[in-house]
Structures are given as structure tokens and as C-alpha cells.
């Protein structure tokens, strides 16, 4: 049997989406996909070194550089998400009321509430930091703690601590049984989470299963695999949204 | 929190089902770490008699080695091995990298230097007059060999559980080089690393109360077959 | 003495630990079908020259000779040492019970179960132990003990047997019991080498008697030619060192 | 791929230059593996000695439990220690959740039946005379303790550097219960777990090397406390 | 002999392992001053008894007088076991050299480094093995181990000493000398038990002699009152059990 190796990230897998995206494929196309669900760069890595077929990640310039490398080819966007600063229910900076992601970290950092940040180079990171530069605060001061785990068991701490985070929708529904966070801060368009699925090369690496590869992206980004996405839910709500095909074209 | 009670149902659950999953999972779990835990073995015991009776220039250098490598982290193991049986690496055709051949390869490596320390203390610790008794039974080198075992077997087979708990236990080898692939080298540590990622303590610990059990069980079968042999009179 | 009577012989032995001295011996020789005794004080060097005598211990300068033949150091493996037992002067038994222990050697030569268990039933009904068979050595007494190792010696006819203080621990009649025994068996052939502090032993038994000391021999003569009056004297009285 | 060479010029790199993040992640994995080690050796000890000589009714299903204790996952000892000390645990009033005392608490679970039962083995397999001789030689109840203790020395030497290596190269608990925070509760192992999610798997092996280099030292010094007294001789 | 004489005294001794009778005692005293001997067959339970007498097993049922006062199982610790010494059959030597185990006793009694030092040159240089008290224990000959054991028997000056096959391993100077030596000690007020299978040692030493066969006495009496001649024909002859 033919079998394609995906490299994806923790919080795509956690999710529950890739049980409904692969079951069908894998009917379609008579192909076992294999998942491996690890951290962005090791993801990166996995593709580089030619050990993963294909991709799916969220981390748009790490993506890019990718691409230019060599190592992938014909990257398709595939859906979004969003993210969203979680806090305390009583959200003692007062972040709820404001309307900015920037404005809301520089409230942060004015109080000096305990603010939790994942701290590995993921694309949920980087997106925080590049709000923190933004916002122009300095980092070193002890109320910003970089914890260097994934996002679950960085919400997990948040909680614990009482303190602010930076997260991704999805992992926060998941996680959303077990804690006290809220949503505190969302919707700003510079909170938009996009994932992009990369076929690893074959010119470079010339064992990939590239013909699986590219049957995977045109199952994910058509009519049919858009649908699944869109009609995804996890607890009650909508987690992710489609872009790879207009809005119009999917059906209910 | 209660965790307990909750995983505790949780695991009855799961093992009255029989859920299909966990059948594949615990079997994944077993056949790999029963493998390494042969393999290691079979390399161990030899090398650890050569070390313990063998005197040879660097066997100090060698013995401070094999403390050292009691240390080894399941990611450096993780890593090393990765880089042999990735697609770049000298193993890389064989295709090697999630599938089962690669943890077993990581997990062998890990408990090599455990079992190795662990049956070289118990000859040391063992009477001088053993070997000459052997040598005037008659024995072959063989035999000498295998009376050594023989003698030797508490200590060897405690050694040899440690190893095989060590490795049933591991998570970091079975993640980097299996994949945690669904079906395939899904381990039951590696489903307990994803259900805590997923916030779902109370699954996971559920898991863990079944592996338990399982190790439990194990251990509760070879203990029976020592007891046929009088384990307490020594 | 003529030649073909030495079954052992070794010469110009040296054999030293740690710069510390323990054997020296120009000559020894074990005549066949004989009782050799070997005795001297603690520490003489009575145990390690046994070791080398049965091919223990080939950790030693000096040639060893078997049947008039030069044995090299690869030649003394099991299959010569399978012609020996030895009788060591603490016995070493294998974990398990008593029947393990004697029937170890002869498991150890490929001999089929029946023979085994009527090979150790035999001498275990002679030596008096066959109601201990199933017991576990590590709840023996002493001489019972010692029994078991004399009884695991026995069990395979050795060509050469060594004997290291054998009736250590044992009572007056077990004592005697095997003084008996060991002049019955050496009828058949058997060539013994027996290191003993046992005076009455040595009188009932030895045919010929080394006088060891500080690792060296000081004498080796038939009994006939022995001077008991010097052991009574204090073990180490005025004898020329005749090496 | 040619992590090695990379691995080792940046380990050498980091060492030379004293790296100050670097020395910080080590001195506390030292601190957390010794504290661990020595909690965990003063409790196990005792506690051999007591399985070991003790008549129980219960013995024997201790021993299994021992056994099968050995096959812990870190992820179980994780979950366990993290419902006791999180703030909704019984603990939780003293917030030793994402600290040094938190992973103490796991690490020392963790390698507490490791410890007992390597220290139990060596114990079993001591000649049986030695117990009465102790009493017979006019030695007190502590006395004879620890005479047993002297003469099983190697054996445990053997044992607490087995549980010391355990905890030096675990990650689970060290993850779980200190959060791998920055200057606070990031050790060599999650440090490496960090670099490897990162896919940096070359400054990952060079924290590696590291470790195994320290681990070495340790051992070394250990080893040559041990010569002191002869080592080889048994 | 009059009531004060009994340093030891043990009533009704009943042991049994896994259902084996191991010893069965109505009376057995020990006096003060003597040299107390028992004999018997091995296996019979000589050490078992010895184990008793000197409070190191308290497995059993009965009832032991230490000077004429009951001793409960409570009593029976080390305070009381410091007037004490025994000699095993087996000597269990610790791991080190010479020197450490020779001190260890007194080691435990907590004397300090001097006078231990002292009184282990002494004792050593008596029993000559003052020369091997740097060596590593594993690499003594038989009966230097017995030597050793011996020294650090005697080396804390006990009240009693349980002698279990002492002279096992010794060659006949090192019998004589200790012979002779344990004849001076016992003038010190030193009260001996000792077991042995040596018929001159029981001859030249003992005061009393019990016989042991099967767990049971079947005799104790002066040396005076003691058949010898039943020994030489074979152990077990025909006398009435006494107890
Ligand atoms: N755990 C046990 N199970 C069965 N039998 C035992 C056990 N322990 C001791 N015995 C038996 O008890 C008997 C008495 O043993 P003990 O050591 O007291 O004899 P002994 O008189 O000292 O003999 P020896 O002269 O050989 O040293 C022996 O027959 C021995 O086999
Ligand atoms: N490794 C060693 N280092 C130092 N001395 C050693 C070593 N091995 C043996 N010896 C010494 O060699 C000498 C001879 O030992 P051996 O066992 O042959 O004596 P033996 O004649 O059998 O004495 P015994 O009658 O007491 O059994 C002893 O003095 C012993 O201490
Ligand atoms: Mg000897
Ligand atoms: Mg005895």
C-alpha cells in the first residue's frame, strides 16, 4: 500500500481535524497517511531533511524560507484560524475592553501582569512577538515568563499562574473544559492564523511520495476538502475556515 | 481535580470494551519493548561478563563510560539515531524512520548501557571460587559461560526487568524516531504524551493505570517462574 | 622410580602475585596410582601448587608435563581437566539442591539422565547424603557441605584426584569412612594428590609425601623414607633444602 | 546531514565561551538530579535493607509491585505529582507547581523503585554469614546496619548512580511539573526537548554532549573515590 | 557442681525448620571457666546449638539462664553479646584487609584508634599473621583466614568464646600453638565452648564433653567420666540417652 508521510504541528493534529480531513482521502486514493505531529520547526526539519512527504504548518515566513531553500514546492494556502489572548475571568488589566492586539500587550506590559509566552520559535510565537515589537516593549522584565512547551501545556500553565497568553483558537476549545482562561482579546485582523500545506520536493529529494503529495494538497484545497474544513466544529464552534477556494463554491 | 476516580473509570472502560485502539497500542507497546529489551539483552550479558572477568588496558576508562551512559537522555538517543535512518543519514534507503525496526533500534541503545552496568555488578558481586569450581567440573568454556548465567540469574533477570521497565516506560525515543503514528507505532507512552497535550489528564492517566497493570502482570509471570526455583532461600 | 610413572610433572615453576613470592619449585613429580601428599604450613603454598597441578591456574612461569608430554598453555582445557577432579578446601556449591551439585559434572560431559541419576544415587548412597539430595545447599551443615563436594568429585572416576584438606569439617567417622574409601578407589587406578594437616591421614594413607614451605619443596620421598618425628617437632624443622 | 561535526564545534563553542544561559540550565540540572538522587537513596536504602531481611506477609507482592514500579512512565509521575501540588490539588496552597521542589517531588518518585530495587538485589545476593558474624562480632541494631551497608557499598554506589543517571536524562517530569521556564526550571534535558521541537537538532546534541560530558566527570570522581579501596579486587 | 558454676544454662530447646527437627534439648549448661566441648556427627546441630548459646539465633522455643537469670528474648542484644566471641565453622571475613577486621570488634565497642591499634599489633603478633595485616582478605590462604577470624575473636578479651571447628584449615604448629594458647586464656577466668571433631584437641583440652546426636545430648559429663573408646568406634555407639 502506498503510504504518505505528513509533517504537520501539534496544535493541527490536537484539533481533531486530520480525522475527519484523511479518512476520505485515504478511501480516494488507496494511501495509508501516516501523521507525524511535532513541533513547527521540527516539522520544518522533517520536510528538509526529506524524512516527511509533505507539510502543514503555520508559520508563514519560516514557510517561505522553505520554498526558497528548495526543499518544498507548490505551497498552497489551505485555511485559517485566528488567534486570541486568553486571560484571568476577571482580567485584572482590563484587555477586554480594548480594541488592539497591540494595544491589549502594551497594557500587558504597563501592569506587568504575569504574562505566559511558549517561547519556542513555533508560528504561534513568532506571531506574539511580532505583536511584542510592535507594541515596542522590552522582554527581560520577570513578569514575562517563556516557558518553552507546546501551547497546551503552556495554556495549562497560564492557568495555573493566572496569567495571560497568546494561543490558538483551537487549542484553547480543547483545553477549554479544563480551565478558568477566557478569551479576553480577539478579532483584530492581525490575529489571523493562515495554514499553508508544502509538498517537499522532488528535484531535491527524490524519494518523496510527490505524486501522493500533490493529490493531498488538490484533496485539501477542493470543493471537497474545503467542505470538511468549514463544516469542522469542535465544541460548538466553527474552528477553522477555508481560503483556499472562494466562499461561494463551498456547499453546506 | 479528581483525576482519579475519573481515570480510573476511564481505564475499567477501556479494558472491558476491549477499545480496538488500545489493543493496538498496548500490542505496539509490548512487541517493541519486548524486542529492544531482547536484543539489549543478548548484547549486554556477554559484554558484561567480558567487562567484570576480563582484564583488559582501558577497562576503567570503560567502566567510568558505562556509568556515564546510565545518563543518556532519550532525546540524544532520539537524535543520534535519526540522524543514521533519516533520509540523509548512511541508513537513510532503508527507510527506517517511523516504523517499528527504528524505536527498537533507539530503545536498544538506550537500555544497553543499564543492563550492561547492572549484570556487571551482580558478577562482580559474586564468590571468586565459582570460576575454579567450573574449571574443575570439566566445563567448556561454554559451560563456564553458562554456569556463570546460571549463578548469576537473579541478578541478570532483575537486570533484565529494569530494562524492559525502562524502555516500556520511554516516551522521547518512541515520539522522535516512531512518530507517534496512529496504527502503526502509536506506543502506549506515546498516546499518553498526546492525550496531556490534549488536556485530557484524566485519559492519560487511564493509560498509564493500564500500563500498570500490564507491566504488573509481567512482572507477576516471571516472578512465578523464579518462585519455582526458591527465589527467598537467597 | 622409572619414568613412565610420573603422570604429572613440573619444572622450574615460578609463580608470583603482586612482586610477592608464592611458588618456586625446580621439580615435582605425582606418581600414578599413588597417594601424593603434599604438606606445610598455612600459607606454603599448598593450594595455589594444586591449582596448577589440575590445570586451574595457568597464570605461572614453568613447564607442566602429563603422561611424559610438554603441556602447552592452550593444550590444558577442559578435556584434560576432564581426566581431574579436585576436592577444594572450601567447597563452592551451585545454587539449587544437593542432587544439582552432584550431578553437575557428569551433566556437564553429555551423560543421558538415567546414567546421571544412578551415577549420583550410587555415590550418594555411599557417601551417606541420599537423604539430603533434595535439600538446598544453602542449608546444609558444614560437613554436609563438604560431603556434597567430595561426593561431586567422586561421581565422575577421576584419573587424578585432588584433594585440598577434604576432611575439614567432617566427623571422626566420616573420616574415617573416606580414608577407607580413597584407598579403595586408588586400587583402581585412580592417582591421588592430597593436601593435609590430618597426621593420622597421612600415616594410613601416603605413599609418598612433599614437604612444602614458603613456596618451595623441601623434600619429596616415599613414606618409608618420611621423618614424622619432624612434624611433631613444629612443621619446620631443620631439613636441608634439597632443590 | 552532519550534525556531529556542528553538534560538537557548538558544544565547544558554548563551553568555551562560558555561555551564561548555558551554565545557568546546568547548574540546575545538578542541583535538581543531586537533590533528587540523595532524597530518593535516603529513603530507598532503608528500604531495601527492610524487603530484603524482613519477613512480611506481604513480601512477595511487594517485590512484583517494586518491579513493577521500574516501568513508571515519566508522563504517569507527571500527572500523579501534578494533581497533588497544582493549585486545585491538596498542595496547591504552597505553589510548588513550575518549581525546583516540584520536580524534586516527581524526580525522587520516580527513581525511588529503581533505587530499592537495585539496592534490594545486591542485598539478596550478600553471603548469608555475614549477618550472623555482625551480630556475633557484639554490633548494635545501627551498627549491624550499617556494616551491612559497607559490605553492599559497591552495590549501592552501583544503584544511586543508576538513579542519578535516571533523573540526570529525564525529561517528562522535569517538562511537566517545572514548565521548562526560562532562568527558572529549564534543565540540559528540557533545553533539548526545546531545541529538537525547534528542529534545531544540532544545538540540541550539543547540550547532549555537554551532559554526557558532565555525567562523565561525576562518574569519574565517583570512580576514584571508589579506587581508594580497591575497586577491582571483587 | 554447685548452681553458681552455670555461666550458661538452656530448658527445653525445641527448633524445627520447615517441619525438621533441628535440635531438642531438655538441659545443657555451660560452666564457668571450663572448656566446654560438644561433640557429634555432622549435621547432629552442634552449630545450631552454638547459634543458641550464643544468643545470635532466638528463633526457638525454650529458656535460656545467663547466670542463673532467665534471659527473654528482649534481653538477649548486644550488650550481652559483647561478652561474648564466636569462631565460626565458615568465618565471614569483611570486605578490606587484615587489619580492619581484626579491629572491627572493637571498633563497634567504640575504643578509640590507639588503643585499638595496640591491642590488634598484640594479638596479631601472637597469632602470627602480623604480616598480613595490610592484605586484602580475599587473597589469604585457608587457613590464614581462620587465623584472622581467630584473632578478632580474641581480640576483645571475651567472657565467653564459642569456638565452632577452629582449627578447620590450620596446620599442626598452628593447632599446637592454639591449643596451648586457648589452655592460658581459660585461666583468665575465660569460659570456652567448642565444638570439634579433633580427638587429641578434646583429649588435651576438654573439661566436659556433651555428645550430640540428632538434635539431641545424649551425654554430658567431666572428661574424666567420658568413654573415648566409643569414639573410635565410630561415633554413634551404644549409649543410653540421658536426657
Ligand atoms: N533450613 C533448613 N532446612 C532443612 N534442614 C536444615 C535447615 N537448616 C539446617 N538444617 C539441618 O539441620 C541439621 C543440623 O545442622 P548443624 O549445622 O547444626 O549441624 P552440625 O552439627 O553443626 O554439623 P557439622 O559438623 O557438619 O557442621 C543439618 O542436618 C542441616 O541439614
Ligand atoms: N593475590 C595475592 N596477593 C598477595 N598474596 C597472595 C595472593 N594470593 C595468594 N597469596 C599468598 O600466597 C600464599 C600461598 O597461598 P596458598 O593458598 O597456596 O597457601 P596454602 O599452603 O594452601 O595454605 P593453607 O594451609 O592455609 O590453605 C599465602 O601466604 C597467601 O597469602
Ligand atoms: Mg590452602
Ligand atoms: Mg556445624
Redesign the interface.
Known sequence: QDRLILATTTSTENSGLLDELIPPFEEIFEVRVDVVSVGTGQAISLGANGDADIIFVHAREAEDEFIEAGYGVNRRDVMYNDFVILGPPNDPVGISELESAVEAFSAIANAEAEFISRGDDSGTNKKELSIWVEAGVDLTESWYIEGGQGMGASITMADEREAYIFADRGTFLAYSGEIDLEVLNSGDPVLFNPYGIIPVNPAYHSHVNYPMAMAFVGFVTSQAGQNIINNFSSYGEQLFYPDAISSENLVD | MNYYSEAFREAFNLIITLDRELLNVVATSLRLSTSSTIIASTIAVPMAVIIARKDFSAKKFFNVILNTLLSLPTVVVGIFVYSLISRRGILGEYQLLFSSTGIIMGQTILILPLITALVRNTIFSLDEKLYKTAKSLGATKKQQFKLLIMEARYGIIGAVIAGFGRVLGEIGISMMLGGNIRGVTRTMTTAMALETNKGRFSFALALGIILLILSFTINFLVYFLQEGEHYEQR | MNRGNKILKVENIDKN?NNKQILQIRKYSVIKGKFNFII????SG??SLL?IL?M?DNDYQGTIYYKGKIISKKERN?EL??R???I?????L???NVYHNIA??LK??GFNKKIIHKKVKNISQKIEIDDLLEQ?V???????R??VSIA?ALV?EPEIL?V??AT?????????FFNSHFADLVTEEMTVVMVS?D?RQIKELADRIAYLKKGKILSSQAREEFDFSQ?GA???SSIEEIV
Open positions: 602475585i606445610g604450613a598455612n600459607g599448598k593450594t591449582n589440575s586451574i577442559c581437566r576432564r581431574f577432579s579436585v577444594w578446601q572450601e567447597p563452592y551451585y545454587r539449587g553437575l559434572p556437564l560431559r538446598s544453602y542449608t546444609l551443615s558444614g560437613g554436609e563438604q560431603k561431586r565422575t585432588f585440598d584438606e575439614t569439617n567432617l566427623d571422626e567417622e566420616s573420616i574415617n594437616h597426621r612434624l613444629g612443621i619446620c
